[in-house]
Every structure is written in structure tokens, then in C-alpha cells.
């Protein structure tokens, strides 16, 4: 290049650099803002979290009714296989049935002679005043032996051992007690669940036939005592138990099988459920209320059909 050749620009090499291109949408796809879409898509999408909230609020509440559902099936099933009751699940059994059986003794009979002093005193006393005496066994059948005493033994099994499950098998998940009975080979469901239930089953059985024995008798001396009854305590008892259909031999102790079956079974499931948010002062008001709901959904169950 010499001095007389004009001064040239730098030129380029290339092109200029083109923006990265824009990812493509899949194929198929019709790329549309909130705007530009059909109406039902802008009502569904506005009405999305509503219905997300609804589902997980029906979800919480159908999960622990069919897990017992699951659980009772479970239980029931895995009692017949004779492989199931080996010597640490048999050792559970007599010591929840002990616990069962010594704890709400004293408040089975003492509930028992209130309710006698009250209803069947009572019963005596004004259907003798109206005329009908000759109705007060059927009365106290219908009203106090096949109403009143499964729910009041319910709620004494809910109480006395229902709540103190509840408690200790929340602590041993919370604890990782749980976990480390599956480490050792043991099933929890097998080792916990399933005695426990059938102890309170026995339990409830047990305790509801003295709490009848025992209200029934304490009614009959207060009434007796008062002269609204005048025959002797065996009198009554025979006319008691003319009272009873053939039905009623069947459903009483039915009723105080299934109390007492559902009673473990949905105080074991709910300690066994726990989250590690759970504390003793959700778990126990969340246990009882739902052992509240199952002693009276089972008594509603036994009105309906019967």
C-alpha cells in the first residue's frame, strides 16, 4: 500500500452475528396467552385451586375411613394364620388385655350403678305410677342394655385405654421406635396393631356384660328399696331376660365386640399415622374425636338395621 491509495475501512468478515433463535414449541402445540384462550378454559383455570382444595380437603378426610376399612380387613384376616401369634404379639395381647381390663374396671362399675340409679329407678318407678310394669323389662332392654351401655363402654374404653395406646404408639413412631422394630424383622402392624385390637374386642365385650349385670342390679335395689318394684331380684331378672328377643341375644354382644373391635383399631391406626408435625396436643384431641365418631357410627349401624 503507498502513500497515493485512499484509506480503506475495515470491513467485516462476516455477516453480523443473527439473535439466538427462540425455542421451538413441540410440535402439536398451539402457543395462546390466558387472554386469548376459549372462556371454559379461563373459568377452569380460575376455578382450579378451588377444586385442588376441596379434593385434598375430601382426600384427608375419606383417607383414615378407608385406611380402617383396610386395617380391619387386615386384622381379621391376618388372626387366622396361625404363624401370626408368635410369643412377642401374644405377649402384646395380654398385657393390653390386662390393661384393658384393670383400668376400666372400677369406671365401668361405677358408671354402671349411676346409670341403674338413674334409668332403671327411674323406669320402675313411673311406668309402676302410669300402670305399666308389666313393660319395664323391655324397656330397660331397648333403652339401657342395647342403647346406653355400648356407647357408655365405648367411650370408657376410649378413655381409660384407647388414649393411652394412642399415645404410646405415636411416641414410638415419633421416637423411631417403629422403624427400628422393621430393622429387627418385626412387623408393626402384626406386633402392635393386631393384639391390641382383638384385646380391646375382649375387652369390650367383657365390660359391657358387667356394666349391664352391674346397672341392672343396683337399679332393681334402689327400686326396690323405694317400692316401685315389689318381687324379688330374680323375678326381675327372669322378666329382663323374657324381654329379649332372640335378635338381642345376637346384637348386644355384638355391639360390645364391634366397640370395642373398632376402639383399638382406630386409636392403634392413629398413632401409627402420625406425621412429624404431630404432638401430643394434636394427636390425643384428633384420636378422641375420632373414637367418638366410630362408637356412634357403629350404634347408628345396629338402629338402622334393627
Same mark, same amino acid.
Given at each position: =500500500?503507498? $502513500? ?12 453480523? &452475528? &443473527? ?7 413441540? &410440535? ?6 390466558? $387472554?386469548?384462550? #376459549? ?6 383455570v380460575r376455578v382450579a385451586p378451588w377444586l385442588a382444595a376441596i379434593g385434598r380437603f375430601a382426600r384427608h378426610q375419606v383417607r383414615f375411613t378407608l385406611m380402617l376399612i383396610g386395617a380391619g380387613w387386615g386384622t381379621f384376616?391376618?388372626?387366622?394364620? #396361625?404363624?401370626?401369634?408368635? *410369643? ?13 381390663? !384393670?383400668?376400666?374396671?372400677? /369406671? ?13 329407678? $327411674? ?10 310394669? $308389666? ?6 332392654? !331397648?333403652?339401657?342394655? *342395647? ?24 411416641? =414410638?413412631?415419633? +421416637? ?18 393386631? #393384639?391390641?385390637?382383638? &384385646? ?7 365390660l359391657g356384660m358387667i356394666f349391664a349385670l352391674v346397672s341392672l342390679l343396683m337399679g332393681f335395689v334402689v327400686a ?42 382406630? !386409636? ?6 402420625? /406425621? !412429624? +408435625? ?14 367418638? =365418631?366410630?362408637? =356412634? ?10
Open positions: =500500500m503507498t $502513500q497515493n491509495d485512499p484509506p480503506t475501512k475495515d470491513v467485516p468478515a462476516g455477516p453480523p &452475528a &443473527a439473535p439466538p433463535p427462540e425455542e421451538a414449541a413441540p &410440535a402439536g402445540t398451539v402457543v395462546t396467552s390466558t $387472554q386469548e384462550a #376459549p372462556p371454559l378454559v379461563r373459568l377452569m384376616r391376618e388372626s387366622m394364620r #396361625p404363624n401370626s401369634w408368635r *410369643r412377642p404379639v401374644v405377649h402384646e395381647f395380654r398385657v393390653c388385655l390386662r390393661q384393658v381390663l !384393670s383400668g376400666g374396671l372400677i /369406671s365401668t362399675v361405677v358408671t354402671a350403678t349411676l346409670a341403674g340409679l338413674m334409668v332403671v329407678s $327411674q323406669a320402675a318407678y313411673w311406668l309402676g305410677f302410669a300402670g305399666m310394669a $308389666q313393660m319395664t323389662g323391655s324397656i330397660l332392654v !331397648s333403652v339401657l342394655v *342395647r342403647e346406653i351401655t355400648p356407647i357408655l363402654v365405648g367411650i370408657i374404653l376410649l378413655g381409660r385405654s384407647g388414649m393411652l395406646s394412642l399415645t404410646e404408639i405415636g411416641l =414410638m413412631v415419633l +421416637n423411631g421406635e417403629v422403624r427400628a422394630l422393621q430393622a429387627r424383622g418385626l412387623d408393626p402392624f402384626l406386633t402392635l396393631v393386631m #393384639p391390641r385390637t382383638f &384385646a380391646f374386642t375382649l375387652g369390650g365385650f367383657a326396690h328399696a323405694n317400692g316401685a318394684i315389689t318381687s324379688s331380684v330374680w323375678t326381675f331378672f327372669f322378666n329382663v331376660l323374657g324381654a329379649m328377643t332372640t335378635w338381642d341375644y345376637l346384637i348386644i354382644p355384638l355391639k360390645f365386640l364391634l366397640v370395642g373391635f373398632f376402639v383399638g383399631l382406630g !386409636s392403634c391406626i392413629s398413632g401409627l399415622t402420625v /406425621s !412429624s +408435625n404431630d404432638t401430643i396436643a394434636t394427636l390425643m384431641p384428633r384420636g378422641f374425636a375420632r373414637g367418638i =365418631m366410630l362408637i =356412634m357410627v357403629v350404634n347408628i349401624l345396629f338402629m338402622l338395621d334393627f
